[in-house]
T-cell receptor, first 114, second 112 residues
Framework: GAVVSQHPSWVICKSGTSVKIECRSL??????MFWYRQFPKQSLMLMATSNEGSKATYEQGVEKDKFLINHASLTLSTLTVTSAHPEDSSFYIC??????????FGPGTRLTVL | GDSVTQMEGPVTLSEEAFLTINCTYTATGYPSLFWYVQYPGEGLQLLLKATKADDKGSNKGFEATYRKETTSFHLEKGSVQVSDSAVYFCALGDGATNKLIFGTGTLLAVQP
């Protein structure tokens, strides 16, 4: 149980385009999901908390207009990187919170912006 | 603010050696503590957790004890295998927000 999927697993896009990443909890409902960035050989940096049916809460320094988060259902949250630039290239990871307050992580999405 | 300090790697061990990865934390209140593992090319997987002082989390031969007096949650395994090679992250969970604060990760390389 407690499986979280992400789609796509990797994406390459041109600078200036937008990219949507999906995060799904496959066998449980999650009112709360989280989005992280992980830079090479570094730890995870929390970007935002996604709450079903309400606006996301962004961490300090994260541009909410650039990283749009929508948590439309209890099993799906999406992260859209708008007007992507090469510095947005990163590994994006989501997690979903279970009823026992444990986060289960998706496998991550590698974004490369050319 | 809350923080997690993890021993720097890489840690290189021979198969069947004893493993310890140190983790200490600073927190207000009574957080939950976690160890996550990230195998090459994969996402994070929950390895074990402990929710209160003196709790011992264990899984797959790994164990860690929540030590409030030393603010530590060291990861141990008695006999490592090559398949244990991965990056290990210690994390602290904020009880109010459920946000996780991660340590920097420790790369473990087990040689046959």
């Amino acid at each position: 149980g407690a499986v979280v999927s992400q789609h796509p697993s990797w994406v390459i896009c041109k600078s200036g385009t937008s990219v949507k990443i999906e995060c799904r909890s496959l066998d449980f409902q999650a009112t709360t999901m989280f989005w992280y960035r992980q830079f090479p050989k570094q730890s995870l940096m929390l970007m935002a908390t996604s709450n079903e049916g309400s606006k996301a809460t962004y961490e300090q320094g994260v541009e909410k207009d650039k990283f749009l988060i929508n948590h439309a259902s209890l099993t799906l949250s999406t992260l859209t990187v708008t007007s992507a630039h090469p510095e947005d290239s990163s590994f994006y990871i989501c997690s979903a919170l279970t009823e026992t307050d444990t986060q289960y992580f998706g496998p991550g999405t590698r974004l490369t912006v050319l | 603010g809350d923080s997690v300090t993890q021993m720097e790697g890489p840690v290189t061990l021979s198969e069947e050696a004893f493993l310890t990865i140190n983790c200490t934390y600073t927190a207000t209140g009574y957080p939950s503590l976690f160890w996550y593992v990230q195998y090459p090319g994969e996402g994070l997987q929950l390895l074990l957790k402990a929710t209160k002082a003196d709790d011992k989390g264990s899984n797959k031969g790994f164990e860690a004890t929540y030590r409030k007096e030393t603010t530590s949650f060291h990861l141990e395994k008695g006999s490592v295998q090559v398949s244990d090679s991965a990056v290990y992250f210690c994390a602290l969970g904020d009880g109010a927000t459920n946000k996780l604060i991660f340590g920097t990760g420790t790369l473990l390389a087990v040689q046959p």
